[in-house]
């Protein structure tokens, strides 16, 4: 569905491909540098998990009504990839797709200046990060949501490890910041970057009360920003470029 600029009342227009599956689950949609409209699909009628892409032009032309059904200029899979759940663009470009449903390689990295227009992609890297427990190093697992942000930092929302992580550029396998369950203290979903350089995500305990937890830029912890019956199970969130 898309929402025209300071009217979210009701949807202007909607995108819906016919190429698409009827069931097909749109796990999480993005635009690039070059403002290329990419959704990420994690399973389908037709079992296709991958990317679908679309131009500038597609995309404005579903957003005024003229065209809600174009047909894809990119429709990839990618190799290894089981069950994606999130994708964030980094600054140089590249794609990071995290796949919730891959214990081994819950980070992918692809590069979107090499797509074909269909077929399957390899992923440039494949990373597992893990941190210190003891003596041993453990894995994180259940990558649910990824984010990039100003100094290409990786933040991760790991699902099944019940944590927030962030990775600085070139050591993603290794993040220095973990945030586990004692302060996450259930579901953890959704990360967004504000206009300050924060972080906030949203947690979606068992008593039907969502929560939203801010950890502002330098803050050593995080606190928390809301907690709303409203909002029993906050997925994403992001913010608008809009001051």
């Known amino acids: 569905l898309v929402f025209a600029p300071g009217n979210l009342s009701e949807p202007s227009a909607e995108l819906a491909p016919s190429v698409l599956a009827p069931h097909a689950s749109v796990v999480d949609m993005e635009f690039d540098a070059a403002r290329n409209l990419w959704l990420l699909i994690s399973?389908?009628?037709?079992?296709?998990?991958?990317?679908?892409?679309f131009t500038p032009a597609q995309a404005m032309a579903a957003a005024l009504g003229?065209?809600?059904d174009p047909i894809p200029a990119w429709e990839l899979t990618v190799q290894g990839m089981i069950a994606p759940s999130d994708m964030a663009f980094a600054s140089d470009g590249s794609l990071w797709i995290a796949d919730f449903g891959n214990d081994q390689a819950p980070?992918?990295?692809l590069d979107p200046s090499s797509f074909p227009p269909s077929g399957e992609i390899s992923p440039l890297q494949a990373v597992l990060p893990s941190v210190q427990n003891g003596d041993t190093m453990v894995a994180l697992q259940g990558a649910n949501n990824v984010l990039l942000d100003s100094v290409d930092g990786m933040w991760v929302n790991w699902w099944t490890s019940i944590a927030i992580s962030r990775g600085s550029q070139g050591s993603y396998a290794t993040p220095e910041q973990v945030y586990n369950s004692?302060?996450?203290?259930?579901?953890p979903s959704g990360l967004a970057l504000d206009a300050q350089g924060g972080i906030w995500w949203g947690d979606e305990?068992?008593?039907g009360s969502?929560?939203?937890y801010h950890l502002a830029n330098g803050a050593s912890a995080p606190d928390q920003a809301l907690s709303s019956s409203a909002i029993p199970s906050p997925l994403d969130m992001?913010?608008?470029p809009r001051p």
């Not at 399973?43 to 892409?53: A, Q, R």
């Open 205 to 207: 305990p068992q008593d």
């Open 66 to 68: 003229i065209d809600p």
């Open 43 to 53: 399973f389908s009628d037709e079992s296709f998990i991958g990317l679908v892409g």
């Open 238 to 240: 992001s913010f608008d």
């Open 210 to 212: 969502g929560r939203l």
């Open 182 to 187: 004692e302060i996450v203290t259930s579901l």
């Open 107 to 109: 980070l992918l990295q």
